[in-house]
């Protein structure tokens, strides 16, 4: 196999006079980074896993190398301008070895640790004010079995670190479920943390992004629709809100990214219970429930984490359609026999309205293969037309009994 | 200089199961391609004149060669689903040699014809009864002294092949200037058309895409705001057209693209007299006038080539907006002293709404550089806004008074 550029850079990658941008991982995010720097006439170098990664098939510059050895980060970020991510798992040292040495790291560790460590972020957001659920840090079977008592039995333990997609947290039943859990997990040098298990009425997203200079801009406020702890499903702008309240949330990631000292895209993602909004995670970095921006909004959210990296100023978050809805396209348990071509093809055919994109991924269950974005002027309307894209495109069948119809 | 995949492909750039395009071009339009390509999970091989052309820059697999040698065109096309152009200058006889060889060339040398001789294309649109100025083939300067008293002198002399951006144009002013002109040309071995120079109210562009199999659709027809024989600003849809109007344009686009057997996209480009419409010229790959459709329509004009030439279903063509205007930014004579990211700083920071497109080119006089465009509900003020982003990337400074207002 011929891999572009392994290990050297490729000069000619670069558009003379523009900056270069180093994005550390090569998954679907770093991708679509991609299209948007091809677009602003930036380029990107990637430092990738593997020449055939969702980012490194679409990039003219490519390292392959591993994100935690600094030696090659330090050849990833040679004269980039600025450096970001497409995950929050470089480690921390790295990044302040080579913010010493004068790289540009956006964002920086001093934030990045908020959303590393939930204990962390769960205090800081504590401290400024910002709604979240009761915690407490676990160190102890003591510990956890007084927090037990604390919230009712009401308890969602996690992992601080490493979780994502409903990895790394846990709902223990019963006071001596959470016991033998947490007694296990420590005895595996997991550090953990609990939180009250919310009763929500929706999951919903804040998405704001902000610069070194520190102009702000908030996308609105969209509903995170989870299945399995996996986002399938966002819709711009979250129905059913008052002007109050999206203000609220939309105010809430501002202060957020400001109090936090987050430069490029943060999601904060929020829990509502009975109108009232609590922070359950936050992201630095372009999120999956922002990925409707790439069609519904005048600017992207790919594009504003490259213009907020390099601290440019930030484009309009207007929106230009009353709804857009990404649906997530997710591998099925068993592939389907239609090829992926063939399943775009009958989506395209019932759908012309529907934008499919898809991140140059094989076929694996769970495996998040790629996107639907609809935008439309009716919300149901709009979300059984991204809903059914999307299903077809996973199973090669639809949901409804659309077939038929044009069979009778 | 590194040059990544040169002359070999490069295997890694082509995601599993998903259709390889190969583009023989390396401009603006092959990089966005590449953009849309990236999306939709296709990807594009690029046959590049140089590893830092404006396509070659963004793409992964890149063959450096010649697009007028039939060996560098065959490395190019090896095992693409597809084959397409961001130019019409491949010579026909290599495209029918790889036709012959069972290569999949979209559009086929039968359609592009019409697009590389003026000639022809005039011949054809008579036939099927377009609406086309008065022409004639010009053999000698008789037939030009002919034809100059046929039109009253009203006469727009051609280049059959080759113009393009008002090259290849002239407009003698007498019947001696012609005959000269004439006299001259056909010694020099150009072939030579005339038409009717139209005095025409202003220029519209009817943007179609059509699939093998025959589905076609039109864009809505804009405004193509010309000066100096090249594109500087095009209107979406174009402004004060009755609904009959429009529809006549459109239907036009979609019986020269059916009748021409057009794949792709096909940009027809008329002029505008006393309400009646002329064809102009035809373009058979996207064209400066559709990049509009980049933010203002649900697909864009280089998602649908793509599309169109993998002979997939068509993407709808509703707009997003009432308006989008897109300016061009050409090179001035004289580069300013700001540099490109300074200019792209002070344009967002006035204008968060205006989209900037660069394509990695280096500054010269005149070359088509990039452009922005700008989704809005007034006609007029985002006009306004698209001309004066275009003016201060180009010249470093406002056409309008907006620093001094500014600072006072």
Known sequence: MNTPAENTGNPAAHAPGMPVIAVIGDGQLARMMQTEAIELGCSIRVLAGAPDS?????????????????GDLRRAVDGADAVTFDHEHVPNEHLDALIAEGVNVQPQPSALIFAQDKLVMRKRLGEIGAPVPRFAAIDSVEDAAVFFDEVDGAVCLKARRGGYDGNGVWFPDSREGLGTLVEKLLSEGVPLMAEEK???????????????????????VVESVQSGGICVEAIAPA??????????????????????????????????????????????????TGHWTQEGSVTSQFEQHLRAVL?????????????TVMANVLGADKEPEMSVTGRCVEVWRRFPEAKIHLYGKGYRPGRKLGHVNVVGSDVEQTRKTAAAAAHFL??????????????H
């Open 239 to 288: 129905p059913g809100m008052s002007d109050e309240q999206r203000e609220r949330a939309e105010k809430l990631s501002v202060s957020v990214a400001e109090a936090l000292g987050v430069t490029g895209v943060l999601a904060v993602e929020l829990f509502e219970v009975d109108g009232e909004i609590f922070v359950n995670e936050l992201a630095m970095r372009p999120h999956n």
């Open 198 to 220: 919310l009763s929500f009425t929706r999951e919903l997203s804040a998405m704001v992004a902000r610069t070194p200079s520190g102009e702000v801009r908030p996308w609105p």
């Open 311 to 323: 601290d440019f100023p930030l484009g309009s978050t207007e929106t230009l359609a009353p709804v």
């Open 394 to 407: 996973m199973h090669g069948e639809w949901d409804d009994n659309y077939l038929n119809k044009k069979e």
């Open 54 to 70: 969702s980012a490194a098939q679409v990039c003219a510059d490519v390292l392959i190398g591993d994100y935690t050895d600094i």
